[in-house]
């Protein structure tokens, strides 16, 4: 049974340049990564702000992808940009300027019929305005959320709360460390799991993903691209493959958020290969299955 899932968090502008390669003013955010993921799962909603100068052209794009955007707020102003920077170590980037813009002053206020969402996630935002949005949701079954360095040195008090009345929280490896405030990435998150978070899920880039839960640990290789042009949105991507998956077979048991982290994998590894969300824009279910195959077998073994 497809249950519905509601993600809130920012669609942006933004500008890349690699070594493969330069986009200017490209569809990006949060919310749009993780969204355009999860559609080919589920349906999804869509709560974020944009600016007048948004392109129509990128509205058209998320509504054939069947995302609602019913929480798609236009106020007068210009959308939320970001530019950045990468050398040939894709795992690292430098931000060459960041622009709120409309973003700056944005409330999320989730529409009516959008409140009875049976999963959430709470993109990379401001954990007070998190917690605004779990404060108008109606018991949700599963709720996620992601994280930022930012928040964690700058809103420390506020995202501890945020995360105490999550069900799982997905970061990355060096910011799993920062929150725990312990080098060993196990203990890390154990003790960030202790935080509140049933489910701790650690990004660790080209070297796959762990999830701890439970005092067990699974962890998920990466699909080994031949082809990476830009990582930008991968984390998103992940998140929205493994939320999509979850809200589409409305099951959280162990054994299914192991095959959610796979599929999150899968999303991940096809965005990587193009700039901004043309990897994810239109792939087929033939093509995600026969990823999630590929990576199932090159992670299996026979016990003698």
Not at 90 to 99: A, F, H, V
Request: aromatic fraction near 10%; include cysteine; proline fraction near 5%.
């Amino acid at each position: 049974m497809t249950s519905r899932l509601l993600v809130v968090g920012s669609v942006a502008l933004d500008s890349v340049k690699t070594p493969f390669g330069e986009e200017r003013d490209a569809l990006g955010g949060s919310a749009t990564y993780f969204s355009v993921a999860a559609s080919y799962f589920t349906d999804v909603s869509l709560v974020a702000v944009v600016g007048e100068d948004f392109p129509e052209e990128y509205v058209k794009f998320l509504k054939s992808r069947g995302i609602d955007l019913l929480g798609l707020s236009i106020e007068k102003g210009e959308t939320f940009r970001w530019a950045g920077c990468y050398g040939y170590d894709l795992n690292s980037r430098d931000t060459i300027e960041t622009r709120l813009n409309v973003f700056e002053n944005f409330r999320p206020v989730i529409p009516e019929k959008l409140r009875s969402s049976k999963y959430v996630f709470l993109a990379n935002i401001d954990p007070d305005l998190q917690r605004n949005v779990l404060d108008q949701v109606e018991k949700p079954e599963f709720v996620a959320c992601d994280t930022m360095n930012f928040w964690i040195e700058g809103k420390k008090p506020s995202l501890l709360e945020t995360i105490s009345r999550v069900d799982s929280i997905i970061l990355n490896d060096s910011e799993c460390r920062e929150l725990a405030q312990e080098p060993n990435l196990i203990r890390a998150a154990r003790i960030v799991s202790e935080m509140g978070p049933k489910i701790v899920i650690v990004k660790k880039g080209e070297h796959g993903a762990l999830m701890f839960a439970l005092d067990k640990c699974f962890s998920a290789p990466a699909f080994p691209c031949e082809t990476v042009f830009d990582p930008t949105g991968a984390g998103d991507s992940f998140a929205g493959g493994f939320m999509g998956h979850l809200a589409r077979t409305a099951d959280i048991s162990p054994e299914n958020m192991r095959r959610a982290i796979i599929y999150g994998t899968v999303m991940a590894s096809f965005c990587v290969e193009d700039f901004s969300v043309r990897g994810i824009s239109s792939l087929t279910k033939r093509q995600i299955e026969d990823r999630f195959k590929t990576l199932r077998e090159v992670s299996h073994f026979e016990l003698p």
